[in-house]
């Protein structure tokens, strides 16, 4: 049974928990699980925007593609019906995406790996590249644990299939570990920081905005960060049907250039998107701040290039040698190179407020 906390700690802890509850698994990328609907796709139908006679079916995250967005000024006057799918993470949305349920949504760098593996009908058609300080693996303050190395036999939290869970597997291997060398607790972030929070687990992998808000809120501090160890790169994956019919595959030039123009508004307003950010998810407007300027606002739109399919290929590998997917495939062919025009190299520099936060 979980200790009864007392007073202000316990009422922040509850905010914190119901926050978390609330948030998308996939912000910059993505856990397993979701409630799921009627039709199987994982995902809560949303509003519409727009006008027209096409509509263009996307799947989306709590405070993600579409907050963003709006924020901007980005669906006004759009020429095409937008129709909001809301899914709790990444893997589902990707179910929803090889279902034809979903012509397209945004997720991180490792759910198309796991989604490949099961030889799901997708395809990568734009990528970002942000700064990596918001891939933490977090203990608590007063844990004795100092690097990374110390992590053998110990216990761990982690989305299955997130980007935090190939960052926990660079980083153990930078460390000389491998998973085998610890426990893996493979938790959703809620559960994950009742866990953290009741010292059921020693550490814990995850990301921005749940590094920001636990750094925050639940007295914790970063172990390592994926800086350096990991891409940074997350994808706007469609699905082949809609690439191969005229006006949507329009509509998804449309869209990526749109998602384009709001990133860019968002480096430049880091306040207002935290304000818009922290509305849509019941995040403090602190912790949102925090979690633009560590990593959200960083991002940079990209191409889906050779070296973006080559560092992606490095995370198959992995997951295929450690036989956490069940079959090893060319990332290659889930890449649709189309609107990849006049965008640099995958490889560029993420943007930057300064000192990381």
Same mark, same amino acid.
């Given at each position: 049974m979980r200790p009864a906390l007392t007073g202000g700690r316990a009422a922040g802890r509850r905010r914190l928990a119901l926050a978390l509850a609330a948030l998308p698994l996939g912000m910059a990328l993505t856990a397993c699980g979701g409630?799921? !609907?009627?039709?199987?796709?994982?995902?809560?139908?949303?509003?519409?925007?727009? #006008?027209?006679?096409? *509509?263009?079916?996307?799947?989306?995250?709590?405070?993600?593609?579409?907050?963003?967005? !709006?924020?901007a000024g980005e669906l006004d006057d759009l020429p095409y019906k937008i129709k909001w799918s809301t899914f709790t993470s990444g893997p589902p949305l990707l179910e929803a995406v090889n279902a034809g349920a979903v012509d397209v949504g945004a997720v991180g760098n490792t759910p198309p790996v796991?989604?490949?593996?099961?030889?799901? #009908?997708?395809?990568?058609i734009a990528g970002s590249h942000s700064r990596s300080d918001g891939e933490a693996i977090l203990v608590k303050k007063d844990s004795p644990l100092k690097s990374p190395a110390e992590l053998k +036999?110990?216990?761990?939290? @982690?989305?299955? +299939? %997130?980007?935090?869970?190939?960052?926990?597997?660079?980083?153990?291997?930078?460390?000389?570990?491998?998973?085998?060398? @610890? *426990?893996? =607790?493979?938790?959703?972030?809620?559960d994950a920081l009742a866990a953290f929070t009741r010292g059921k687990v020693d550490a814990w992998a995850v990301w921005d905005p749940y590094t920001s808000q636990a750094l925050d809120q639940s007295g914790a501090r970063i172990l *390592?960060? +994926?800086?350096?160890? @990991? =891409?940074?790169?997350?994808?706007? @994956?469609?699905?082949?049907?809609?690439?191969?019919?005229?006006?949507?595959? +329009?509509?998804? #030039?449309?869209?990526?250039?749109?998602? !384009? !123009?709001?990133?860019?508004?968002?480096?430049?307003?880091?306040a207002d998107w935290a304000k818009a950010w922290a509305k849509a998810t019941g995040l403090p407007e602190e912790v949102a701040l925090d979690a633009v300027k560590r990593t959200r606002g960083t991002a940079v739109p990209v191409a889906v290039d050779k070296a973006a399919i080559a560092s992606e290929q490095r995370i198959v590998d992995a997951f295929a040698a450690l036989k956490l997917i069940p079959r %090893?495939?060319?990332?290659?062919?889930?890449?649709?190179p189309r609107f990849n025009g006049g965008l640099p190299p995958s490889g560029t520099a993420p943007r930057t407020y300064g000192k990381a936060h």
């Open positions: 409630a799921s !609907r009627a039709d199987g796709t994982g995902g809560v139908g949303g509003h519409t925007d727009g #006008k027209g006679s096409l *509509t263009l079916n996307v799947g989306d995250q709590k405070g993600g593609s579409e907050a963003m967005l !709006r924020a796991f989604a490949g593996a099961a030889h799901s #009908k997708i395809k990568v +036999g110990k216990s761990i939290a @982690v989305a299955q +299939g %997130s980007s935090a869970n190939y960052q926990l597997v660079a980083s153990l291997k930078a460390a000389g570990l491998s998973p085998k060398d @610890v *426990t893996l =607790n493979y938790l959703q972030p809620a *390592t960060t +994926g800086q350096g160890l @990991v =891409n940074g790169l997350s994808f706007q @994956v469609a699905a082949p049907a809609a690439l191969d019919d005229r006006a949507k595959a +329009g509509a998804l #030039k449309d869209y990526t250039a749109r998602l !384009r !123009r709001a990133q860019d508004w968002v480096f430049k307003h880091p %090893s495939f060319d990332f290659g062919e889930l890449v649709d």
